[in-house]
């Protein structure tokens, strides 16, 4: 038996586990500079945003005592982070389509650390896209109580929530038949999530059975728990319904892909 | 088994409904370049996804460098390189990022990936391009590129899925020649291809398969003595009835093509054989328009063996 020399069984297997997770890591990091469009996206998409909300709509949505842009700013922020997370679904079905993946699956190494990579990716480009927000609101008149933990606590939330959505991203993305299709699947998955929640406006407005989805719906309680950090709104239940949730949603969605990541075997 | 590199025996695999492979059996000798040569549909690419892990086969043996595919497939990965059909590399990343990548994710070190990446880099002459993002390569570059990223652990066992299909001419001659200088290292190759040229000119053996089963094997000049050593080509002409000339050739080995009224036949290449082919036509009153005579191609030996082109495309998109 010729044995392929390459192999190096110096090191333990779970050495070469990490080692190939960070190779993945790293590619799908460099992706995120190497790819003009996406750094484009990562920086114009929430300028534009915050402008269209805080000036265009602003005006006609009643918000009580606190004013508009500081109850704007949670909302906005965690639907940049959910529209985010779904990247990777848009780069495990580029990756899919290239024939890349099944490249990796034939490798001595953790293919499924593909998807380790793109997520982390997305917990990388949130965290860029959520400071931009935060300091382009700052410019449109954003004016959070937040004390440094709070801050933390912040961006511990963005994380979870970040790294909830995006492997249910990767579920879409294995799933997907087409680039086009997982473009739709995580549009229709976020933008109604999004839209009816307490992320643009206050779901007392809301018509009966709008409020009652709209309050019970993660998301909701993702945006008011940053909401109540940033800005000092009541926290109640919030952040540890918050927690379960995205908690929840890893727990499920992370051996789903796997087990789809597997099974997956070509157009 | 053991001096195989690839044994492969009774190997069966449906999609759903469809049997792809009906009981494959096949034997790759180290340091042998074999050419699965086939039309679309007819169970290549299954074979090499089964053979690389990416498929689990319904039934049958499949080894690959001593590793059963089922029960090692960690043994089976690391003794192979894999170029598929579509060129499989990082568009954001440059050669270099690409196979320094790859190295690592056939654990090599990060010194040894880097300095077997700027030989394979000079080998396919890729290194002026090196330091730059692959979305800017052509179509034959990324096929390099894409051979280059299989062989960066030095495998001793590479499969070449289609590596020329879809490619320009000119780019098929570059890939080919890289191929080539492949073939004269002691790595063994397992080269599927629809073209009878490109096994013709790389393989040292060629299994036919069609219909999920090899239909025959041998040197490419061993499946060329089946067809005869010279085929007499006659096209009849429009007038003189078609039928007619079938039935009165009746030889060895032949092939027909009503709509370019063509009709082939296996020859000693003798000119009383040719003269007594000619005689039967002119006493039947059939008048030929043009008479060649050339070596028989693998195209006259699949056409032979399958009854059908080897071109032939089958709406057949799983296999």
Known sequence: MTQPHNTMTTHSSLYWLCSDLWVFIKRSLSHIFKNPDQILGLTVQPIMFMVLFRYVFGGAIQTGSVSYIDFLLAGILVQCIAFGSMTTSLSVAVDLQRGIIERFKTLPAAGWGVLMGHVTADLVRNVIQCVIMVLVGLLVGFRPTATPVEWLAILGVILLFTFAMSWVAAILGLLAKSIEAVQWMGFFLVFPLTFASAAFAPTETMAKYLRIFAENQPITHVIETIRSLMIGTPMGNHWWITVIWCVAITIVAIPTAAILFRKYSGR | ?319
């Open chain 2, 1 to 319: 088994m053991q001096d195989h590199a690839i044994h492969i025996s009774n190997l069966k695999k449906s999609y759903k409904n469809l049997e792809v492979l009906k009981g494959l059996d096949l034997t790759v000798k180290r340091g042998e370049v074999l050419a699965l040569l086939g039309p679309n549909g007819a169970g290549k690419t299954t074979t090499v996804r089964i053979l690389s892990t990416l498929l689990q086969p319904d039934s049958g043996d499949v080894v690959v460098n001593g590793y059963n595919v089922v029960e090692n497939p960690d043994g089976v990965r690391a003794s192979i390189g894999l170029t598929g059909q579509y060129a499989a590399v990082d568009e954001y990343l440059t050669a270099m990022e690409n196979l320094e990548m790859m190295g690592r994710l056939y654990h090599l070190s990060k010194a040894e990936s880097i300095k077997r990446g700027n030989e394979l880099l000079v080998q396919f002459d890729l290194v002026e391009a090196a330091n730059r993002v692959v979305k800017t390569y052509s179509g034959g570059m990324r096929r390099r590129l894409d051979l280059a990223l299989s062989l960066i652990a030095t495998p001793p066992i590479v499969f070449l899925d289609e590596p020329t299909t879809g490619l320009d001419p000119r780019s098929r001659m570059a890939m080919w020649s890289v191929i080539e200088q492949l073939v004269a290292s002691d790595t063994t190759i397992l080269l599927t291809t629809q073209y009878l040229e490109e096994a013709d000119k790389l393989a040292d053996r060629i299994a036919v398969l069609d219909g999920g089963r090899i239909i025959a094997q041998g040197t490419a000049s061993e499946l060329k003595d089946r067809v005869g050593k010279e085929r007499l080509e006659l096209t009849i002409k429009e007038g003189s009835s078609f039928e007619k000339a079938i039935e009165v050739i009746d030889g060895e080995a032949m092939q027909h093509d009503a709509q370019k009224r063509v009709i082939s036949v296996a020859t000693g290449g003798t000119v009383s054989e040719i003269k007594r082919v000619l005689d039967r036509m002119e006493s039947a009153s059939i008048e030929i328009e043009t008479l060649s005579l050339h070596k028989p191609t693998l195209d006259d030996v699949f056409l032979q063996l399958t009854g059908h082109q080897a071109e032939q495309k089958n709406d057949d998109t799983t296999a």
